[in-house]
């Protein structure tokens, strides 16, 4: 038998197969060790020590409903001190009476603000509630409301879409800008915003464009934020929920009940305490993160198609 010569067909075959192999086998390496990093910041990553971190005193928007009364009530289980914010004088009474009784060793102050109203008057309240407080470490930005239903753009009243920016731009805006001066001054904090799946991991968010317009620019504001204030010791995190039960879900999505990807309010303010002070932007609970990695594999096209079906189904009325 003689042996056989290797032409240049042969030779390019051999290396294209080479070339594939090695790309291959780096994709796997890839998916490999995102896969690894993902449990860590997961499930092992111990939490950062936040008032050593950042200070005593933690600041919450929209404190008395879903994700910001959560995250409220994680922060004192921790030992943090609260400046709870809401619209309603009756609910910050009694989430704060509720928190005392429970951590009697939390001290907490209210500050009614209305974003969609008087939002001076409310960040000027703010501004001298937290003028004696020396340690105001952490903001957890949570405020935000969105359509009553699902409406085309041009069925959206002015009314409605004023008060959706006012209070998800202006207000995420406001707040920010009270505490960061003081956070530069002793030169640590952590600024949290809560952003939304429907700005960020879903290319399109029909019938509710301006909602979503909104959380993309509060995913743009925090990461520039981040970028800007990093040398003066300031973590600014964008983190992503997707579906959580909380009032505004169930009356938009007509969502009640927690699921494998739907999580309770707790448990994504669980998730989301142990993620302040590391990635500039994340989506803390396990499943969400789940669902907008494979969601990066799907065309722009099929999403879009999807959830225009999903609002549209939504849109009819009886």
Request: charged share 20%; glycine share 8%; aromatic share 10%.
């Amino acid at each position: 038998m003689g042996l056989r010569v290797l032409t240049c067909s042969d030779s390019f075959q051999w290396l294209l197969l080479a070339i594939t192999t090695c790309l291959g086998f780096r994709n796997v390496l890839k998916q490999s060790f995102s896969l690894l990093r993902w449990i860590y910041h997961t499930f092992l990553r111990s939490e950062k020590d936040l008032i050593g971190s950042y200070g005593a005193w933690a600041l919450v928007t929209g404190a008395t409903d879903g994700i910001g009364k959560a995250f409220a009530y994680g922060l004192a289980r921790r030992g943090l001190n609260l400046i709870l914010v809401s619209r309603s004088s009756d609910k910050l009474r009694t989430v704060s009476d509720l928190i005392r009784a429970d951590f009697p060793n939390c001290d907490v102050r209210t500050v009614e603000i209305d974003f969609a109203g008087d939002t001076d008057g409310g960040i000027s309240r703010l501004k001298a509630a937290i003028k004696d407080v020396a340690d105001l470490g952490i903001l957890v930005n949570n405020v935000g409301i969105t359509y009553p239903e699902a409406m085309f753009f041009h069925e959206v009243e002015e009314e409605v879409w004023m008060r959706i920016v006012k209070v998800n731009v202006v207000g995420t805006t406001a707040v920010t800008a009270a505490v960061v001066d003081g956070m530069i001054k002793r030169r640590k904090g952590a600024i949290v915003n809560i952003g939304s799946g429907a700005g960020i991991v879903v290319p399109s968010h029909p019938l509710y464009a301006i909602y979503a317009a909104t959380k993309a620019y509060v995913r743009q504001l925090s990461r520039s934020l981040s970028v800007e204030y990093a040398r003066h010791g300031i973590h600014v995190q964008c983190q992503i929920p997707l579906y959580v039960v909380t009032k505004m879900v169930a009356r938009v999505a007509a969502i009640e009940k927690p699921s494998l990807w739907i999580a309770t309010a707790e448990e994504y303010a669980e998730a989301g305490i142990r993620r302040i002070g590391y990635e500039a932007e994340c989506s803390p609970y396990w499943s969400h993160s789940l669902q907008w990695y494979f969601a990066s594999f799907l065309p722009a096209s099929l999403l879009d198609s999807w959830r225009l079906h999903v609002a549209l189904r939504r849109n009819l009325r009886p």
